[in-house]
């Protein structure tokens, strides 16, 4: 099937209307942003919050953009340029959503879909390094997994062999449409946690908006699930209608870790049924059940054990997650600050548990999307950091003062608790010595990048 796309295929799919030039320009690289403009590229206009992306057209034009595709604005002068198109529509959103479905259409390969309240992108990231032993693979940058990141990472398919893509959401119905325009031939649920409960209400209901993924799900596709998470696990014991592989450490699976061992470096473990040792180059048992997904993927794709396992060996995780640096002052970051769950916050705590430091300090903000049930997870959080030992507990925000509350009453005696990142910076600086750990985690929003940045 011929794989390009041109400005009428585009016309076609979204029912926008050509301002002006050549219906049979070919349109081969797309880019939402003016400043990241390349020859050749394809401009879309997004609508944010202060401005609407199609005000700049012209400078995405004269920066080598060869056409634009923006939203329809009242009195906006479009300009002919020569040799350039630009095509307005009604909703760049719906119209890139269209793109893509177009674009996916045209590619017989196989497509990972991955989801879940905890764990998607570093997922995302093994699942990509094993797949990519065997074929050209394209995967979502970052955490790119929304109703525009995920459409922007299809458009980038050019001689690929195979797409490993995440799909987020907030509520119900975003799943369903992402996965309508992904058409996943595998679809992988890491695990049904309390991310965004605040929105949904019940972890049931998180449940089933994860499962939407799998109304996008091609005819015998394969879904790979966590098997150890309780209401997973429920759901493929009543379930007969999907091919289900499952992973996991306690229940019986199809893909099994045993004996594991773990160390700063990474962790080992010895795969049942074929009883091959598994080496993860990440610590902590949320990158065993990781690295299991991927051996579930490997396998259904027919990807011979040696290339997995190298696949995993080698695999890197995108920036801000568990992103561990030594400091020139001898003391070790654990960057985990780019969002934040009870389950997320859960792992990176057992991780520091069992990171060798001299000092294990962790600096925890507010997690947020969480409704009535904040109080709760917070508290939860809480007695997690004294189950596992840690040193000194920092907290910041209005939420985090529970999970210090609740550790002071568990046993943790050295806590600090800041309204803003500047005061837990300064009592970072006077704490921080050779040798020690700290642990960085929060809500994005909780911008906790400006203390890594000061640490680091």
Avoid at 79 to 99: L, M, S
Avoid at 338 to 348: E, G, H, L, Q, V
Wanted: with cysteine.
């Amino acid at each position: 099937m011929k794989k390009n796309i041109a400005v009428q295929d585009i016309l076609e799919a979204t029912k926008g209307n050509l301002m002006y030039g050549n219906k049979n320009e070919i349109c081969e690289k797309f880019s939402k942003s003016t400043k990241e403009i390349q020859p050749g590229d394809v401009y879309i206009g997004f609508k944010g919050e202060r401005f609407d992306g199609g005000m700049f057209y012209e400078d995405a034009l004269k920066q080598g953009a060869k056409g634009c595709i923006i939203n329809k604005i009242a009195d906006l002068e479009i300009k002919n340029i020569p040799n350039k198109f630009v095509i307005q529509v009604d909703d760049t959103v719906e119209a890139i959503a269209q793109i893509a479905k177009l674009k996916r259409e045209k590619y017989n390969i196989p497509v990972i879909a991955v989801t879940g309240s905890v764990g998607k992108t570093s997922t995302k990231d093994i699942i990509y390094s094993v797949v990519s032993q065997k074929y050209k693979t394209l995967k979502t940058q970052g955490n790119m997994n929304n109703h525009i990141g995920m459409p922007m990472t299809i458009l980038g398919l050019e001689k690929h062999e195979a797409l490993v893509i995440e799909m987020g959401m907030n509520h119900f119905g975003e799943l369903r449409k992402l996965t309508q325009i992904a058409k996943p031939t595998i679809a992988v649920i890491t695990n049904v946690g309390t991310a965004h409960i605040g929105n949904l209400g019940s972890r049931e209901n998180i449940l089933k908006a994860k499962l939407e993924i799998l109304e996008g799900l091609q005819e015998n596709g394969s879904v790979v699930i966590n098997n150890d998470n309780d209401l997973l696990n429920k759901w493929q014991a009543e379930n007969k209608k999907y091919k289900v592989i499952t992973y996991g450490i306690n229940n019986k699976s199809t893909n099994i870790a045993q004996n594991i061992t773990y160390n700063d470096n990474g962790s080992k473990y010895e795969l049942y049924p074929e009883k091959q040792i598994i080496a993860v180059p990440v610590g902590g048992e949320a990158f065993v059940y990781n690295s299991l997904a991927a051996i579930s993927v490997g396998k259904i794709l027919n990807i011979p054990m040696s290339k997995i396992i190298e696949g995993i060996k080698k695999f890197e995780l995108s920036k801000m997650r568990l992103d561990i640096q030594k400091t020139k002052k001898g003391y070790t970051v654990i960057n985990d600050c780019y969002n934040a769950n009870y389950d997320s916050m859960k792992s990176a705590i057992e991780y520091l548990k069992a990171f060798k430091a001299n000092r294990k300090i962790a600096v925890l903000g507010d997690m947020l999307e969480l409704g009535e049930f904040a109080k709760e997870l917070h508290e939860k959080v809480g007695k997690i950091v004294a189950e596992n030992n840690i040193d000194i507990l920092i907290t910041v925000g209005k939420e985090a003062k529970n999970i210090a509350d609740i550790a002071k009453e568990n046993g943790v005696t050295h806590i600090y608790k800041f309204d803003n990142n500047q005061e837990a910076i300064k009592q970072l600086e006077k704490l921080l010595v050779v040798d020690d750990a700290v642990l960085i985690k929060a809500s994005n929003s909780m911008n906790f990048k400006e203390i890594v940045d000061v640490l680091l």
